[in-house]
Structures are given as C-alpha cells and as structure tokens.
C-alpha cells in the first residue's frame, strides 16, 4: 500500500517552505483567525488515578515555527499555520502527581482535517498523527542529503483512513503507541511509506513483585488498567526504552531489566 509523499525540490527544505509565511505573518497577524482546540476526554482510569490534567499544547504558528503554551482550561484558542495541513499536538500532565509533559502519550489532531463546528477537536488517535507529522518534518531538517519529503505533502487522509482500518498488526490497532512511530518516521523519509513497517516494538516481559492491587495505568491512552497476579506479582511488557505505570499507591518506572517504585 503506497502512502506516498510528493518530492520537493532538492533545495527547498521544510523550513525555508514556510519563508513566505514568515515575511507576512506579522504585518497580517491581527486579520488571522483564532481556533479553539477542543482537548479529547480522559480515559476513565486515567481520571480516576490522576485526576484533571494540565495540558502543554505545541502547533505550528502563522510565522511557521512551532509554538508551545501550557495550560489548565479549555478550550484554548491558537493561531496557527493555516494554508496546508498543520499538526496540533496536547500533552497532559500532572505537576501534582510529579507526572510532567512527554511523559504520557499526546492527543492531537491535523487542522483542518479536525476542524468542526468552529473548533479543532483533538482525539488521541490525532496524537499519533500529530506526532508523525512532527518527526517528519525533523528528519527534515536533519537530512544531509537526498530529496526531502515533505510533511505537508504527506497522504494525510489515507493515512488516517489506515490507522482506523483492519490491515494494521492486530497488536497496533489495540494500541497505536505500539509501535515505534520515531523509527517508521526516519524510514519513510528515507525511503518513503510502507505499512509494513508498522508492527509492535519488541517487548521483554518484567515481573515486578508490588504490595498494591491496582489498578495501575500505562502512558497510553489506549492501554487497558492493570492488576497485580497472585502472590503479588505485577506482570508488564515493556519496550527496549523502558515505560512507566502509575496507581493511587505511587509511579513505577521500569526498565527491560530493573525496575523503582516511588511511592505516594
């Protein structure tokens, strides 16, 4: 399945395609509009374990840089970059539980696919998006050589049909942040798309003996809740970069081999 990106000339690189914009965007800032970002709902055992979040909330601006705010309410309004597709990425954090942004997985969303009724609405499959438009337009920056593939020009929306279809490994599409997102990203500015490339990331199985029954949350908005095994065994899978779960009872930082738990 071919998710091509359009090729760019060779000396146009992402940053100077938003030149233009950068020239006007101050003499035309008070004539753009401003778009609320509508922030997803929080699952349910995140709720019950952390509470209301604080979101840090990072998007392309009109002068075509990224910008990033941090906030505690929504909706928020922002202006942003609204000539081609523009990502919109939202953190939630916990400065309270000592849970701080990067540290759970982003909701986010691509305007203006997810503009409706006057908002951007961000979902957490939109975090995904939102991410991998960000780390294309990294490996474009960082490309020494070659024709670089823009992320603007990128098959969005068959993308996002995929994401939502049956053809992904059945492990992804119970949890998109199974896979390894940064690596497909250099792969396809290397070479382009294949969906073949999306598969879950290699797992090393941790016995972690824990006095709390759970339950206990991953950084995935799409994991399930875990509860500890008899004889108070906490059974987790956890990637080559180690992964974090937290409880009421505290945070346990985790990696293939060791593990620490900090409690409340």
Known sequence: MGLG????????PFILVLLFFSLNACENERFMPAYSVEFPPLPAAWQEILGPPHWQITWINPEGTWETVETHQEPLDIRLLSEWTTPVIAYPYWPEHGVFPNTMRPGGGLFPFDYQDHRIRLTWRGGVEALVYRELAAQTEVSAKGTPRLPHYFNWPRFRALLEGPLLHEA???DLWSADWKGICVKIAQSGFDRRRIVPQPRKELLVPVNYEGPWI???PFGKPLYQEPEHIL????????????????ILRCTQEAWMWFHE
Not at 6 to 12: G, H, L, R, S, W
Not at 235 to 250: E, K, N, V, W
Request: aromatic content about 10%.
């Open 5 to 12: 990106l359009k090729q760019a000339k060779p000396d146009y």
């Open 218 to 220: 991953g950084t995935s």
């Open 235 to 250: 059974r987790l899978q956890i990637p080559q970069d180690g992964d974090t779960y937290f409880s009421s009872a505290g």
């Open 172 to 174: 992804v599409q119970q």
